[in-house]
């Protein structure tokens, strides 16, 4: 019920192509879906984030689809750079209680020049 | 310029050795998160807080302590270190209000000989 499961574990793209990663969450009590971003090195940084009430969110050239009926949610990178090579998580939760993430295992994206 | 700063950033201690890894915040948030993450990536939520005096476990078992007598200073303790506990902690916290993301440090990556 608590789980978050991500895939692709990796992704290699040419620059320019869209990489998408996918999330699928259990637990249809969740109302915060955020992808977070970590270059090594480094701690996650928040990237983007949607709530269930709407479908898609965009911020520059990185989209969140959302599928509240099958529970999934998935980032797309358009125009992807060199630059966006990081390993990228999503995470629930739920925003009342006791708020806490349920991150998933993970996407390391490699993007080739 | 991050505002939650992890000391420190390395660590290379011998076994049986007492730990603390600080994590301090400029923020004035609440809620305050101890995340272990393994080569592999995943992370593992080991500790959290959501405010002065308030301290419990998360999901992932711990042999490490927490203490929270400030709200901006949440430090994390190993009594005694085991190679077991080799790995990267990152510190995180979360502001009220509508702001949902977390903010994450820069990490302390630990190595127990």
Known sequence: QQQVKQSPQSLIVQKGGIPIINCAYENTAFDY??????????????????????????????????????KQFSLHIMDSQPGDSATYFCAAALTSGTYKYIFGTGTRLKVLA | EADIYQTPRYLVIGTGKKITLECSQTMGHDKMYWYQQDPGMELHLIHYSYGVNSTEKGDLSSESTVSRIRTEHFPLTLESARPSHTSQYLCASRGTGLNYGYTFGSGTRLTVV
């Open chain 1, 33 to 70: 879906f955020p992808w977070y971003q970590q270059f090594p090195g480094k701690g996650p940084a928040l990237l983007i984030a949607i709530r269930p009430d709407v479908s898609e969110k965009k911020e520059g050239r990185f989209t969140i689809s959302f599928n509240k009926s099958a």
